[in-house]
């Protein structure tokens, strides 16, 4: 199990990895500069995120009947609440209020039947979260996202037969793995 104290160094490592591999609505990287790309982007981000995030969790989740996860890492700037919107310029970016600050929780593995309610929880009430699940064994996160249409999969020692597990796994969901 990861201590919080350690935590910093922890995603150190794994922010270095150059190669890590997606799980993604898209079989392949869409061209720069595709037209169309940001309005199906749009489109799937309204209508499919849920949906989306649900078959990642069952992907993780029949993961950890081979190799268990050891922790869940929930990354965020606080609650929801402590966000004022009034001081969020969305066409310039940038926020005007006191400066918001990441942390990261670790918590231990979730209960089967409550693991899509946490994250679901989590993205609602958090700002701007990540929710990781860390594999000890096999050295690998698997990251989601609330407002993204990718999963990353960043592993300190790249595994074969995991790869191969995960590829099986994630095409009997709809969704393709790239690296």
């Not at 160094?9 to 190669?19: D, K, M, N, R, V």
């Not at 050295?139 to 999963?151: F, K, M, N, Q």
Request: glycine fraction near 4%; include cysteine.
């Amino acid at each position: 199990m990861i201590d919080d104290t350690e935590i910093d160094t922890f995603f150190e490592a794994y922010s270095e990895l150059e190669t890590f591999s997606v799980i993604d609505i898209f079989p392949y990287q869409v061209p720069e500069g595709s037209d169309m790309y940001w309005d199906v982007e749009k489109y799937f981000l309204e209508t499919e995120i849920k949906n989306f995030i649900s078959k990642c969790i069952k992907i993780i989740l029949k993961i950890s009947c081979y190799y268990p996860y050891t922790n869940v890492i929930v990354s965020h700037c606080g609650m929801n609440s402590d966000f004022d919107d009034s001081l969020y310029d969305e066409e310039e970016g940038i926020y005007y209020g006191d400066p918001i600050e990441y942390q990261s929780d670790v918590v231990a593995p979730i209960i089967v039947e409550k693991t899509e309610e946490f994250v679901n929880k989590v993205f609602d009430t958090l700002g701007n979260p990540s929710i990781f699940f860390y594999f000890k064994s096999i050295d690998t996160l698997i990251g989601l996202y609330p407002d993204e249409l990718v999963a990353t999969v960043k592993s300190l020692n790249i595994d074969d037969k995991f790869l191969k597990l995960l590829g099986a796994l994630v095409t009997s969901e709809g969704l393709f793995l790239r690296q």
